[in-house]
């Protein structure tokens, strides 16, 4: 199937040619038709399938076909809600991209910069916005935003909006919504919390699902090392070392990590920066910039602040933690390996995360390879994946003052072939 079966727009066949795209993916084919019949939409995927041109171009096909040639007064007649300010960016690009030839205009609102630049865009008249929840509604409380020509509302990352508490936020601006409207709901999941939102937010839905590992699995080349808690930034250093020319990016679960991630990599001369939560939007955007521009090799990220990241030169992905949300996996490796392009996704599993990773390889339905022995054990290391006999007899001795000062203590010796974390790992959720 190519664009031109679906039918769209001819401004819009023109744009997507031009970004390159020959056939719709796999949502795309499944969910343009949908929306095109102007039905409700409950979409079951996740960033790096195409869903937002899946939603974009029929939202901007059915806007341009409004104007009929003869562009009216600019009154916000799409919305789109998603959670993060880069998610937001980033849609507001792709319906900028979409929508170049269609005389349409698209605005992105999001919090933690003044608001003064975002609210004479929108005196100004928009088409479409693009919005992260509080800031959204703190406008509309302000009396700066008007739906009553709203026609299409998106909900994006709908089960990420619930993870960042943000339900009051959402209910409150769908009741805001015309009823006359069409609807669209994506998740990467389904607990019953979103089965329930969706429910109240969607009319007479079709449900089209792209599973994970149809969208990212079976593309990504996966690994995983066996690496204890204290050795994961001697086998990070040394793995990104050995790849002078890649593009890297590397989760943590948590914010704090991120930051200790960037100062053990400093310390063995490798440049990085983090983004998360707790830097400013301005820190934030230009730690972005660099590394799609390819100045920044290195970034570090939680989750929630790599939603919105889209590189098309990303050959690597390291999970310097397991998530302990199977589908976060899925949601990180889809970060490489973009479209049609291929990636490679490392993880770095320690003894506590070892569910974690039977959890997720049921999940993608495989087992994530096992990467050849690496050289950073502790010396006293027990054998967790490997069956060599230790090398050195116990000594109790040693074993006391080691666990007086565990974080402390590891040695970095080469050769060796087995694992061990005595750590507490962090089991909370990295947010943001
Ligand atoms: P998304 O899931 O919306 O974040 O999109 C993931 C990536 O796929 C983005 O870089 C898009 O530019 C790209 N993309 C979207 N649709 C297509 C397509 N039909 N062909 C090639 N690339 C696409």
Redesign the pocket.
């Known amino acids: 199937m190519t ?1 031109k079966d679906l039918g769209l727009a001819e401004p819009i066949l023109k744009a ?1 040619e031009q ?7 796999p949502i ?1 084919e499944k969910a343009i038709p949908i929306l095109l019949k102007r039905k409700d939409l409950l979409g079951v995927a ?9 939603f974009g171009i029929p939202i901007l096909h059915h806007l341009y076909n409004a104007q009929n040639g003869q562009p009216g007064k600019r009154r916000i007649k799409a919305l789109v809600v998603t959670p993060t300010r880069e998610l937001a960016i ?1 849609i507001g690009e ?1 319906f900028n991209a979409y929508g170049r030839f269609t005389g349409l205009k698209t605005t992105v609102i999001f919090g933690g910069v003044k608001q003064g630049s975002q609210t004479r865009a929108l005196q100004s008249g928009v088409d479409i916005l693009v919005a992260t929840p509080g800031r959204l509604l703190d406008l509309m409380n302000q009396g700066f935003i008007s739906f009553r020509d709203l026609e299409f509302a998106v909900l994006d990352e709908a089960d990420q909006m619930l993870d960042m508490g943000f339900i009051h936020d959402i209910k409150k601006i769908i009741a805001k919504l015309p009823p006359k409207r069409q609807s669209l709901f994506f998740s990467a999941t389904m607990p019953k919390s979103i089965v329930d939102l969706s429910r109240k937010i969607l009319g007479d839905f079709e449900q089209v699902t792209i599973k994970p590992e149809q969208a990212t699995a079976e593309k990504v080349e996966q690994g995983v090392y066996f690496v204890s808690k204290q050795n994961k930034p001697k086998l990070l250093a040394h793995i990104v070392k050995e790849k002078p020319d890649d593009s890297v990016l590397v989760f943590s679960r948590t914010k704090h990590g991120a930051n200790k991630i960037v100062k053990k990599l400093a310390q063995a001369d490798i440049r990085s920066a983090a983004i998360h939560g707790n830097k400013s939007q301005a820190a934030r955007q230009k730690a972005l910039g660099a590394f799609k521009e390819g100045k920044l090799r290195i970034l570090i990220a939680t989750d929630i602040a790599a939603r919105g990241i ?1 590189v ?1 030169e990303l050959n690597l992905v390291i999970n310097y933690d397991l998530p302990n949300v199977s589908e976060t996996y899925v949601h990180r490796i889809g970060r490489t390996g ?3 392009a291929s990636g490679i996704a490392l993880s770095f599993c320690d003894k506590e995360e070892r569910p974690y990773l039977r959890d997720i390889e049921k999940l993608i339905k495989q087992e994530v390879p096992r990467m050849p022995e690496h050289q950073f054990v502790d010396a006293d290391d027990d054998s967790e994946t490997h069956t060599e006999q230790p090398r050195r007899k116990p000594n109790p001795d040693r074993n006391r003052s080691r666990n007086r000062n565990r974080s402390g203590s590891s040695k970095y010796r080469g050769g060796a072939n087995k694992n061990r974390s005595g750590n507490t790992s962090n089991r909370s959720r990295g947010r943001d």
């Open positions: 664009f997507v970004e390159g795209y020959t056939n719709p993916t795309q996740q960033t790096g399938t195409g869903k937002t041109a899946a980033q792709s889209d098309e973009r479209a049609d």
